[in-house]
Protein backbone atom coordinates (compact mmCIF):
# COMPACT_ATOMS: atom_id res chain seq x y z
CA UNK A 1 0.00 0.00 0.00
CA UNK A 2 1.14 3.74 -0.63
CA UNK A 3 0.73 6.16 2.27
CA UNK A 4 -0.19 9.73 0.67
CA UNK A 5 -0.56 13.02 1.71
CA UNK A 6 -2.25 15.62 0.03
CA UNK A 7 -1.49 19.68 0.30
CA UNK A 8 -2.31 23.14 -1.03
CA UNK A 9 -6.14 23.23 -0.29
CA UNK A 10 -7.75 26.58 0.79
CA UNK A 11 -9.81 29.07 0.52
CA UNK A 12 -10.21 30.74 -3.13
CA UNK A 13 -12.38 33.49 -4.87
CA UNK A 14 -14.08 32.45 -8.06
CA UNK A 15 -11.71 32.78 -11.24
CA UNK A 16 -8.84 31.80 -8.26
CA UNK A 17 -6.04 29.18 -8.95
CA UNK A 18 -4.33 26.74 -6.46
CA UNK A 19 -2.00 23.64 -6.92
CA UNK A 20 -2.79 20.75 -5.14
CA UNK A 21 0.12 18.08 -3.95
CA UNK A 22 0.22 14.80 -3.03
CA UNK A 23 3.05 12.93 -1.36
CA UNK A 24 3.66 9.50 -1.55
CA UNK A 25 6.30 7.26 0.96
CA UNK A 26 6.73 4.25 -2.09
CA UNK A 27 9.75 4.00 -3.63
CA UNK A 28 7.82 2.23 -6.37
CA UNK A 29 5.40 5.52 -6.52
CA UNK A 30 6.49 5.51 -10.40
CA UNK A 31 4.79 2.07 -10.64
CA UNK A 32 1.62 3.33 -10.01
CA UNK A 33 -0.75 5.37 -12.01
CA UNK A 34 -2.16 7.95 -9.92
CA UNK A 35 -5.69 9.94 -9.52
CA UNK A 36 -7.50 12.89 -8.15
CA UNK A 37 -10.84 12.50 -6.56
CA UNK A 38 -13.49 14.83 -4.88
CA UNK A 39 -16.32 14.90 -2.47
CA UNK A 40 -18.69 17.37 -1.72
CA UNK A 41 -20.98 17.31 1.09
CA UNK A 42 -23.99 15.30 0.76
CA UNK A 43 -22.32 13.63 -2.73
CA UNK A 44 -20.46 10.79 -3.48
CA UNK A 45 -16.62 10.98 -4.18
CA UNK A 46 -16.52 11.50 -7.82
CA UNK A 47 -13.66 11.54 -10.33
CA UNK A 48 -11.30 14.38 -11.39
CA UNK A 49 -8.09 13.52 -13.54
CA UNK A 50 -6.03 10.50 -14.03
CA UNK A 51 -2.61 10.73 -14.40
CA UNK A 52 -0.07 7.22 -16.21
CA UNK A 53 2.84 6.02 -14.49
CA UNK A 54 5.20 7.64 -16.70
CA UNK A 55 2.85 10.85 -17.33
CA UNK A 56 2.38 9.72 -21.18
CA UNK A 57 -1.34 10.06 -20.40
CA UNK A 58 -3.91 12.25 -18.58
CA UNK A 59 -7.52 12.07 -18.48
CA UNK A 60 -10.37 14.11 -17.12
CA UNK A 61 -13.76 14.44 -16.01
CA UNK A 62 -15.63 16.63 -18.22
CA UNK A 63 -16.36 19.03 -15.54
CA UNK A 64 -12.86 20.12 -15.28
CA UNK A 65 -11.10 19.53 -18.47
CA UNK A 66 -9.54 22.98 -19.91
CA UNK A 67 -9.13 24.22 -16.27
CA UNK A 68 -7.43 21.72 -14.07
CA UNK A 69 -3.75 19.85 -14.99
CA UNK A 70 -2.69 16.49 -13.59
CA UNK A 71 0.98 16.48 -13.59
CA UNK A 72 3.72 14.16 -11.97
CA UNK A 73 7.30 14.47 -10.30
CA UNK A 74 7.99 10.75 -10.07
CA UNK A 75 11.62 11.58 -9.07
CA UNK A 76 10.07 13.48 -5.88
CA UNK A 77 7.09 10.66 -5.50
CA UNK A 78 5.24 13.71 -5.97
CA UNK A 79 1.41 14.46 -8.26
CA UNK A 80 0.24 17.49 -8.30
CA UNK A 81 -3.33 18.85 -9.14
CA UNK A 82 -3.59 22.47 -10.80
CA UNK A 83 -6.98 23.95 -10.46
CA UNK A 84 -7.26 27.42 -12.69
CA UNK A 85 -10.51 29.48 -13.27
CA UNK A 86 -11.83 28.03 -9.96
CA UNK A 87 -15.81 27.99 -9.63
CA UNK A 88 -17.72 27.19 -6.29
CA UNK A 89 -19.00 24.47 -7.52
CA UNK A 90 -15.66 23.00 -7.12
CA UNK A 91 -15.71 23.09 -3.68
CA UNK A 92 -15.26 19.49 -2.04
CA UNK A 93 -12.83 17.83 0.13
CA UNK A 94 -10.17 16.47 -2.55
CA UNK A 95 -8.05 13.03 -2.70
CA UNK A 96 -5.25 12.00 -3.75
CA UNK A 97 -5.02 8.01 -4.84
CA UNK A 98 -3.00 5.53 -6.79
CA UNK A 99 -3.89 2.47 -8.25
CA UNK A 100 -4.98 -0.42 -6.78
CA UNK A 101 -2.78 -3.90 -7.91
CA UNK A 102 -2.17 -5.62 -10.27
CA UNK A 103 -0.68 -2.68 -12.06
CA UNK A 104 -2.08 -2.03 -15.61
CA UNK A 105 -0.36 0.76 -16.98
CA UNK A 106 -3.51 2.38 -18.30
CA UNK A 107 -5.59 5.51 -17.07
CA UNK A 108 -7.96 4.34 -14.15
CA UNK A 109 -10.99 6.54 -13.69
CA UNK A 110 -13.18 4.31 -11.64
CA UNK A 111 -13.07 4.46 -7.89
CA UNK A 112 -12.56 0.71 -7.32
CA UNK A 113 -9.38 1.06 -9.82
CA UNK A 114 -7.84 2.53 -6.83
CA UNK A 115 -6.41 0.51 -3.75
CA UNK A 116 -4.36 3.53 -1.47
CA UNK A 117 -6.19 6.90 -0.31
CA UNK A 118 -4.86 10.16 1.37
CA UNK A 119 -6.91 12.02 3.98
CA UNK A 120 -7.93 14.65 1.60
CA UNK A 121 -7.68 18.45 1.51
CA UNK A 122 -10.41 21.31 1.67
CA UNK A 123 -10.79 23.65 -1.01
CA UNK A 124 -13.70 26.39 -0.53
CA UNK A 125 -14.74 28.97 -3.73
CA UNK A 126 -15.92 31.46 -2.97
CA UNK A 127 -18.39 33.13 -5.05
Known amino acids: QVQLVESGGGLVQAGGSLRLSCAAS????????MGWFRQAPGKEREFVAS????????YYADSVKGRFTISRDNARNTVYLQMNSLKPEDTAVYYC????????????????????WGQGTQVTVSS
Open 51 to 58: ITWSAGGT
Open 97 to 116: AAERPPLRRGLPSRRADFGS
Open 26 to 33: RRTFSNYA
